[in-house]
């Protein structure tokens, strides 16, 4: 699995740096070489975040901790979610993963194999995109009362989600088409 580490506002350390590898290369038994695991170390208002996103044929499994200690501490919450998540969904992902992955049924960072509670789609609804700027989406989507909102952007023609964010504040999403 290739690591790349990243920073904003934080300077990783040697030490760090090699705690961060070390650990997250533990994971690697879930992925096949192609794998890529993202680390971005940030320091925002004296708070430390760590965010993991790991990269697989396709599929990303993605955790964050904060901590108002160090960066050290992170990486040990954050690495158990990013397990849950490849040990939840095995089942489902069994050709995305290593061959092999779950043959000894010992987790890396977890004490015992996550419950996946089973979801289906119990609704499905159908709209008409309509071009929309971003403060009109926004509008509408406060008047449904939703966390995101799907619209046309009138400025690029293309698909865009808006949604609310843990902090309160509202995140874009913009589709790329890619090739």
Partial sequence: MKI??????????????????????????????DAVAKVICKLENNIYKLEVTILSKGLFYRAEATSNENMYENIDMALPKV????????????TK???GAFKDKELVYNTEMPVRKEVKVVKTKSFELIP???????????????DFYIFLSKETGKINVMYKRKDGNLGLIEVINSK
């Fill in 97 to 99: 993963l290593r061959a």
């Fill in 132 to 146: 929309l700027t971003v403060d009109d989406a926004i509008l509408n989507m406060e008047e449904l009362g939703h």
């Fill in 4 to 33: 790349e580490l990243s920073s904003k506002n934080y300077d990783i350390g040697k030490r760090l740096k090699d705690i961060i590898e070390t650990k997250v290369q533990k994971l690697d038994r879930y992925f096949d070489s």
């Fill in 83 to 94: 397990e849950r998540q490849i040990v939840r969904n095995a089942d489902k992902l069994k």
